[in-house]
C-alpha cells in the first residue's frame, strides 16, 4: 500500500477521492454481477477479486 | 456478493500498515427488484461469522447512493448488525460525510480480537476528521 505524507487540504482531497475510489470500484463490482462488464473491464480497474473466507 | 482488496480507505494512516482490508459487494444479480426473503439476513451473517474466523481481517463498505438510497441501506445493515449473533465480538464503525449533496455512508467492521482494534478505530474515525478539518 503507497502511504502518503501532505498537507491537512491535500489529506482531504485524498480522502475524498478514496471515498469515491471506492464507491467507483462498488459499482464496477455491481455492474459486473449483474453481467454488465465484464471481468476484464473490472481488472483494468485495478480490482482484484478475492475470496477471503 | 464479492470481495474485493481494498486498503483505499486507510492510504492516509501513515503510522500503521493495515492488511488484509476487503470491501464487501452485495448485489441482485438482475436489476428487477426481488421479493423479501429472511434468508438474506441469514445468510449474511453466516459469510460475516465466517469471514472473520480470522480475526484479523477487516471488513469494509460504502452505501450505494446511486439511486440516494443510502440511508435506508445504511439503517438495514445496523438493524442487521444489531440483531446478529456476533455483534459482541464483531465492532462495526459507521460514519458518514456530504460532499456535493451526496451523503456516503461508510463504514468497517472488525474483530475485538483484532491486535490492530485500537489502531483500526483511530485511522477510521481520523478520516472524518480530515474530511471537516478545511485548515491549510
Known amino acids: ?53 | 456478493m464479492k470481495f474485493i482488496e481494498d486498503e483505499t480507505l486507510f492510504i492516509l494512516t501513515n503510522n500503521v500498515e493495515f492488511e488484509q482490508v476487503y470491501q464487501i459487494v452485495i448485489d441482485n444479480t438482475t436489476d428487477t427488484k426481488p421479493p423479501f426473503d429472511s434468508r438474506v439476513f441469514l445468510t449474511i451473517e453466516a459469510i460475516i461469522i465466517e469471514f472473520f474466523k480470522d480475526t484479523q481481517k477487516i471488513l469494509v463498505f460504502v452505501c450505494d447512493t446511486m439511486d440516494g438510497k443510502q440511508l435506508a441501506r445504511f439503517k438495514k445493515f445496523n438493524r442487521w448488525h444489531e440483531k446478529s449473533k456476533h455483534n459482541q465480538s464483531i465492532k462495526k464503525l459507521n460514519d458518514n460525510y456530504t460532499d456535493t449533496d451526496v451523503e456516503l455512508f461508510y463504514s468497517i467492521m472488525i474483530h475485538k480480537s483484532n491486535p490492530k482494534f485500537k489502531h483500526l478505530k483511530s485511522a477510521f474515525f481520523s478520516i472524518k476528521e480530515l474530511l471537516i478539518n478545511d485548515k491549510p
Not at chain 1, 500500500?1 to 475524498?16: A, I, P, R
Not at chain 1, 473490472?42 to 482484484?48: D, L, M, N, R, S
Request: aromatic share 6%; no cysteine; hydrophobic share 35%.
Open chain 1, 1 to 53: 500500500m503507497t502511504k502518503v505524507n501532505t498537507d491537512n487540504h491535500t489529506k482531504k482531497e485524498l480522502v475524498k477521492k478514496a471515498l469515491k475510489k471506492m464507491l467507483y470500484n462498488k459499482k464496477l463490482v455491481q455492474d459486473y454481477i449483474k453481467g454488465k462488464v465484464d471481468l476484464k473491464t473490472v481488472e483494468e480497474a485495478g480490482i482484484k477479486f478475492v475470496d477471503p473466507i
